[in-house]
């Protein structure tokens, strides 16, 4: 099979063999794989796969299922979305059968790669590791990209008035379409936050930039939950600010976790989150999917930091 590596920095289709389907798991034929800046760092080779997982790239895809092995309850035809630890990119992936939820009624296929790893990622880390309540004020940095997307509309379905940092006034504009009551820009400081605080939540992939401004921010018994370091990984916090409102900090990471972990996180968003999609309450946010062979373009668009909700690579149009 064709399958996306990221070589010395640069991207390109090999030929890999085709992955044994074995007990549990399913073979899926992929139609389309999200992008996710994990898929950037890993090709210019500073995000390796965990131990065993495949070093293609791709962290999620959609596709029809081609096999089923024993133990599962698929049927070949099936129309599924995934969450990977890796291998997505290519034209076969075979997963977990339990990392894998329908393709919501009404929704395509390269809609669908843009679901698992945002809503999952968001999901995580508002609901299950910082508890979220009704009610509860949050704060969102990157608000604009797929998991910012993702976690407005959660909000939003949930009860959680939420607010956003952002790059400029177009994607602050694109939030508060979502559901954000308002924002700041980078640009401009990150001072008129103030204005909509304290927060409960913040939910934040930048970290050692933001450390001194989200302590000021969160309220008292407030969440910091760091998904990524964008803004680089060492801060000094101000620690009586911690201890004074009993702030948790909380660091977090999906990729490594383990099978387990995200059988019960994906069946978690099949109860809850799935049936948004049908309702009508949830989109996807693709803004633009791309044909294979401009493999580069896309990536080369995700990492210029203008793309509002998701990307998606298309590996065979042809299934739809």
């Known amino acids: 099979m064709k399958a996306l590596q990221g070589v010395e920095g640069q991207l390109e289709w090999v030929e890999r063999p085709s992955p044994a389907c074995d007990v549990g798991q399913v073979r899926i034929r992929v139609a389309a794989a999200g992008l996710n800046r994990a898929d950037l760092l890993q090709r210019a080779g500073h995000y390796p796969p965990p131990p065993g997982a495949s070093d293609i790239l791709g962290l999620e895809c959609s596709g029809v299922i081609a096999e089923v092995g024993a133990g599962s309850s698929w049927q070949v035809g099936d129309r599924v979305c995934c969450l990977l630890a890796g291998g997505g990119m290519a034209e076969e992936v075979v997963v977990d059968a339990r990392h894998a939820l329908p393709v919501p009624a009404g929704l395509s296929l390269a809609e669908a790669a843009a679901l698992p790893e945002v809503y999952a990622t968001a999901w995580l880390n508002l609901f299950q590791l910082a508890a979220l309540k009704p009610g509860e004020k949050v704060l969102l940095h990157a608000g604009a990209s797929g998991v910012g997307s993702a976690a407005i509309q959660l909000c939003k379905a949930f009860g959680n008035p ?77 620690m009586a600010l911690v201890l004074g409102k009993r702030i948790q900090l909380i660091g977090s990471t999906l990729r490594n976790r383990d099978e387990q972990f995200k059988a019960e996180l994906m069946a978690d968003l099949q109860r809850h989150v799935w049936p948004l999609f049908e309702e009508g309450r949830l989109q996807p946010r693709l803004e633009r999917a791309f044909p294979a062979a401009d493999a580069e373009q896309a990536f080369a668009e995700l990492a210029g930091n203008g793309v509002a909700g998701k990307l998606v690579l298309l590996v065979d149009e042809s299934l739809g």
């Open 162 to 238: 939420c607010w956003v940092s952002v790059g400029s006034a177009q994607r602050l504009a694109y939030c508060e379409e979502l559901g954000a009551q308002g924002g700041a820009l980078r640009g401009e400081g990150l001072e008129s936050l103030r204005d909509f605080g304290p927060f409960d939540v913040i939910l934040d992939p930048v970290g050692a930039n933001y450390a001194e401004i989200n302590l000021q921010l969160l309220a008292r018994d407030g969440r910091w939950v760091n998904i990524g370091l964008m803004g680089g990984s060492k801060a000094q916090l101000d």
